[in-house]
Nanobody, 114 residues
Framework: QVQFVESGGGLVQLGGSLTLSCAASGIIFSRTTMAWYRQAPGKQREWVASISGTGTTRYADSVKGRFTISRDNAKNTVYLQMNSLKPEDTAVYYC????????WGQGTQVTVSS
């Protein structure tokens, strides 16, 4: 069955960095565009970044220049390198196919303190 397992979140100070990982199973990973989404408390889930099977990337304006999405097709894993983190980046981060097709994973919590 389709499954996404996110990891790598944590508590970080303003301006810090984190790298999130997401292991995917149950899909033909190398042919699938993958995306990261996030959901802050009291807000709707929002798209953060996407990467195609061949490595073409797209970013939300709010993270452009600070976040980098990448993938390792041999490991069925997608990554999100997050630099210059801000308190407004605090959220639960999820990976999923693009377009998003449930099931969603459990997500990984990122908290940025000021």
């Amino acid at each position: 069955q389709v499954q996404f397992v996110e990891s790598g979140g944590g508590l970080v100070q303003l301006g810090g960095s984190l790298t999130l990982s997401c292991a995917a199973s149950g899909i033909i990973f190398s042919r699938t565009t993958m995306a990261w989404y996030r959901q802050a408390p009291g807000k709707q889930r929002e798209w953060v970044a996407s990467i195609s099977g061949t490595g073409t990337t797209r970013y939300a304006d709010s993270v452009k220049g600070r976040f980098t999405i990448s993938r390792d097709n041999a490991k069925n894993t997608v990554y999100l390198q997050m630099n210059s983190l801000k308190p407004e980046d605090t959220a639960v981060y999820y990976c999923i196919t693009s377009p998003a097709q449930p099931p969603w994973g459990q997500g990984t919590q990122v908290t940025v303190s000021s």
